[in-house]
């Protein structure tokens, strides 16, 4: 569980400083990167002998501004201690993180971050209007447009006519909306968000998928973790596939829609199975008479399919192409428990 944390510094007040009579100093300029992450590595002690476990090992990607990436692997795959250390919640044993261009051990890099954790934490004496009151003084929000503030962000979550209940009386979806207003306190750029579906029903899913295209459209960078392919492929720009503490793939949602598989349909050579080649009997295809249906994942296994058909003197009778989409691709990293 985690306890209310801070994870920002009080916003500037104002864009530029003066440094000098007449002159003032400009806002940092903006960089087209809103995370960069290379190297990311921690690894966790643990038992009586405190053998090293890896955590995660070598994590690199990059989320440019504007777009919503998202990290997803299985349970235990590293997310939230990316997460984490990305946040410098979790010190990194090695790597090098930029938030909005700055150092994440930096205070100030996190002034424009918004968080929600994974099991957020919560007093349940207050009612939510006060607990975003308390989270906004813990921003050093100016007192004078917090309530404003408060309205607008129960309102866009859905718990507007809730706010007034004690949090002991919520549900755990209600719980998790007051999580995700609570991040979006003070506008900001770039939002952090460790399984924002947690909990909720397909109507507060639903919800939260057009809140967050909506945030998108108005300029904030959107980076969300889940195990849940569906809202992963309906929301993300850019999806890094993680298993077993390490990146498998990156890939973007033009490639995830311009993937394809094959089926190579051709006759099995005489003889029982056990007399195929050996590459056609590690294929596996699947067999109807003297039909033969051969999975080619991607065009490389399909040219070597196509070759081999030919140097077995086995004929092909048609090639057929099937679109495959961001579920195929994970469990084909599953599987192959690395890159695919």
């Avoid at 917090?146 to 309205?151: P, S, V």
Wanted: charge should be neutral; proline fraction near 6%.
């Amino acid at each position: 569980m985690h306890n209310p944390v801070n994870i920002r510094t009080a916003p500037d007040q104002h864009a530029a400083v003066s440094v000098v009579p007449g002159h003032t100093q400009p806002a940092d300029p903006p960089v087209a990167e809103a995370m960069s992450v290379v190297d990311l590595t921690k690894g966790f002690r643990s038992g009586l002998l405190r053998r090293r476990l890896r955590g995660i090992e070598g994590i690199s990607f990059t989320v440019k501004r504007g777009e919503i990436f998202a990290l997803l692997g299985h349970n235990g795959a590293g997310k939230t201690t990316t997460i984490n250390c990305l946040l410098n919640l979790c010190r990194p044993d090695a790597g090098r993180v930029t938030l909005l261009g700055k150092d994440h051990a930096d205070p100030s890099a996190r002034r424009d971050v918004g968080y929600l954790p994974e099991r957020p934490y919560f007093f349940e004496h207050l009612t939510g209007w006060e607990l975003l009151r308390f989270y906004g003084d813990l921003l050093d929000r100016p007192r004078a447009g917090l309530d404003t503030e408060i309205a607008t962000v129960l309102a866009r979550v859905g718990m507007a006519e809730a706010s007034n209940r004690r949090l002991r009386k919520l549900s755990k979806g209600m719980l998790q909306r007051l999580g995700i207003a609570q991040a979006l306190l003070g506008d900001p750029k770039l939002l952090i968000m460790d399984e924002p579906m947690s909990g909720l029903d397909p109507m507060g899913r639903r919800d939260v998928r057009e809140l967050l295209r909506a945030l998108r459209a108005e300029g904030c960078t959107i980076l969300l973790s889940s195990h849940i392919v569906p809202d992963i492929e309906m929301l993300a720009d850019t999806v890094a596939i993680i298993n077993q503490g390490r990146v498998a793939r990156t890939c973007s949602r033009d490639e995830i829609t311009a993937r394809s598989s094959y089926i190579v349909h051709t006759e099995s050579p005489a003889g029982g199975t056990d007399q195929w080649p050996g590459w056609l009997q590690e294929a596996c295809p699947e067999q109807a008479g003297r039909a033969l249906r051969i999975a080619a994942p991607d065009t490389a296994e399909l040219r070597d399919i196509l070759e081999n058909c030919h140097g077995s003197s086995m004929s092909v009778r048609s090639v057929e192409t099937q679109r495959t989409g961001l579920e195929d691709l994970f469990m084909a990293v599953q599987e192959h428990g690395g890159t695919t």
